[in-house]
């Protein structure tokens, strides 16, 4: 290690000024440190940030769902079967609760809605942990 801090300082003249090539990797490599840290936090919150805009759409569904069941005399909106018990795709539905029920459909959970008739709840795929 005292080999290469001679050989450095040999090459510099005593009133020459700049940094080193060492000096400037090391700096660098700092950086892309701090970059790669920002970058992984910044993934973190959008990834939750469209987990909590799903929860938020699968709320909206379920309240126009229960306000229908209310109003109709306590059936559920048609959703169509899939064969397993289960009710899918979200789009079929749009008519019995658009406009009276909600002004649009949620975007976030990209129409993956599915209502169990048993229970009466509203479900997404992509909205996992609500």
Not at 10 to 21: C, D
Not at 119 to 124: H, I, L
């Amino acid at each position: 290690m005292d080999n290469l801090y001679n050989r450095v300082s040999r090459r510099r003249q005593p009133g020459q000024k700049g940094f080193t090539l060492i000096e400037l990797l090391v700096v660098i490599a700092i950086l892309a440190i701090l970059a790669a840290v920002v970058i992984f936090n910044i993934v973190g919150v959008t990834n939750r940030g469209k987990t909590a805009a799903a929860c938020t759409d699968v709320k909206t569904v379920q309240s126009a769902v229960d306000a229908y069941y209310n109003d109709n005399n306590q059936s559920w909106p048609a959703f169509p079967a899939t064969g397993d018990g289960s009710s899918n795709p979200w789009p079929a539905a749009t008519s019995s609760l658009v406009p009276t029920y909600m002004h649009q459909q949620p975007p976030a959970a990209d129409g993956q809605f599915s209502l169990d008739t048993a229970t009466g709840r509203v479900t997404a795929a992509n909205a996992t942990g609500c």
